[in-house]
């Protein structure tokens, strides 16, 4: 286990990347489409979405998600 802070919290987890802990707290399932309208940051750095499953976590994390919302 390992501790990130997700979105302003301490969590910790079991997951080894980005995308298993987005699947893990309902972000993303497991219809691709579910990626749309989010953007995840870490450490204050942008991830590409085709690169969260390759990001590996590390004790300490600050991980951010943010969500598209429609306005006018």
Known sequence: MIKVIYNGEVRETGCSTLL?????????????RSLFGIAVGVNDEMVPKSRLDQYILRENDRIEIFTMIAGG
């Open 20 to 32: 298993e802990l987005l699947k893990e707290t309902g972000v993303v399932k497991d219809d691709p």
